[in-house]
């Protein structure tokens, strides 16, 4: 699964997503930070979608940014010659095979989009860019009209194909199975894209990875279409894991939260509190038996370091699941020394009150004070 590339696509799936609209300016800020954060590529909406997406493609193809710039375009000549005048260093063209869009969506047989694919890519490629192309809702799409057209597109030098779950409805072991059939029969790079729709787009996004694919399609906390794909810092989160050298080495991960925070913004969202490794809980440790190991070492309960991306890890100890080993090293944190039996006794009366009601940080913190101040005070 090592040597994986991210097509960073917030700038085009993203902008499908229903709250997104960015402006300019905004979309130049978004190129910056994820160009900062270390992606491989960024892909923007295509210059055929409106005359203002049009200009935004050159202005950001100009920017000098070391991530290759992609525009995103259907598979016809004229939105080819678009793409490639707009001067990004790529162009990722699609079509939908499946059956369902063949018949309710644009109408052509899979001759008529093997000879313009043909085309698209000979002419993309004497202009000297780089060329993908994908086929939409490859997972509804049948297996040998699929195989045919990659690997005649294969043969004539296309730099990828791109295998896209536009539905949401691929599971881990489909994927596998078609990322590695299709492995088998093209020599080219694959590129993968995973819609959300029933929570397996990391997990897809993996699975692609373990059979062969190359490259994954990932947006900023997974802003797409409906419910998104693959977001940026869940791939993270399931990557650092797979190869820490590889993810620590090749992106700036401190930058993650300031990407998020800047695209969650932009279109007007919180980030989720479950989110991987920026969810406001996602190093929280609360059960008093979690924190005593965490505090002893903080791998029994963390498979990510939070350090590895800026963040840190917090022992809840407010709340009555708490144990005396939080309580103990909160009361360092507050520079009160006490012995263990004291914590032990406070820890009772903490957990006393937590039962009847919620506890706030500094409610746990006054009871942990009145209880110290009690104790000097005896013994003057
Ligand atoms: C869409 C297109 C797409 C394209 C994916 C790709 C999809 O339906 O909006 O280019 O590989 O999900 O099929 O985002
Ligand atoms: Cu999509």
Not at 111 to 137: L, M, P
Not at 311 to 328: D, E, P, Q
């Amino acid at each position: 699964v090592s040597n994986f590339k991210i097509i960073e696509s917030t700038l085009r799936e993203g902008e499908q997503f229903a709250n997104a609209f960015f402006d300019t300016e905004t979309k130049i800020k978004i190129a910056k930070a994820l160009d900062d954060f270390g992606v491989d590529y960024i892909e923007l909406t295509s210059p055929a979608a409106s005359e203002q997406s049009r200009k935004d493609c050159e202005a950001i193809a100009k920017l000098g940014l070391r991530a290759k710039t992609l525009t995103h375009v259907r598979c016809n000549m004229s939105d080819a010659k678009l793409a490639v005048e707009t001067g990004v260093d790529g162009v990722d063209v699609v079509i939908g095979t499946s059956s369902h869009l063949m018949e309710h969506s644009h109408g052509k047989d899979m001759t008529y989009i093997k000879n313009t694919a043909i085309e698209v890519i000979e002419y993309v490629k004497s202009q000297g860019k780089e060329i993908r192309f994908s086929s939409e809702d490859s997972f509804r799409s049948n297996l040998v009209d699929l195989l045919t057209i990659y690997s005649a597109v294969d043969k004539i030098g296309v730099n990828r194909v791109g295998v896209a779950d536009t539905v949401g409805c691929a599971t881990p072991r489909q994927v596998y199975d078609l990322v590695r059939t299709l492995r088998g029969v093209v020599s080219c790079d694959i590129e993968t894209h995973f819609h959300n729709d029933t929570g397996c787009a990391i997990a897809n996004a993996y699975c692609a990875l373990e059979a062969g694919a190359t490259h994954i399609d990932t947006s900023v906390i997974g802003i797409g279409e409906r419910n998104g794909i693959t977001p940026l810092g869940g791939l993270m989160a399931r990557m650092i894991v797979a190869d820490r050298d590889y993810v620590k080495g090749k992106y700036n991960l401190s930058k993650l939260k300031e990407v998020e925070d800047l695209v969650a913004e932009a279109v007007e969202i919180n980030v989720p509190f479950n989110n991987p490794i920026t969810g406001f809980c996602a190093f929280t440790h609360k059960a008093g038996i979690h924190a005593k190991a965490i505090l002893n070492n903080p791998s029994t309960y963390e498979i990510i370091n939070p350090m590895d991306f800026g963040m840190s890890r917090y022992v809840h100890f407010a709340s009555r699941l708490t144990g005396w080993n939080a309580i103990k090293s909160r009361a360092e944190q507050l520079s009160l020394n006490m012995t263990d039996e004291q914590i032990k006794a406070v820890t009772v009366k903490i957990k006393a009150l937590a039962d009847v009601r919620p506890l706030a940080i500094d409610d746990a913190d006054s009871i942990i004070r009145t209880f110290h101040y009690n104790l000097t005070a005896d013994k003057e």
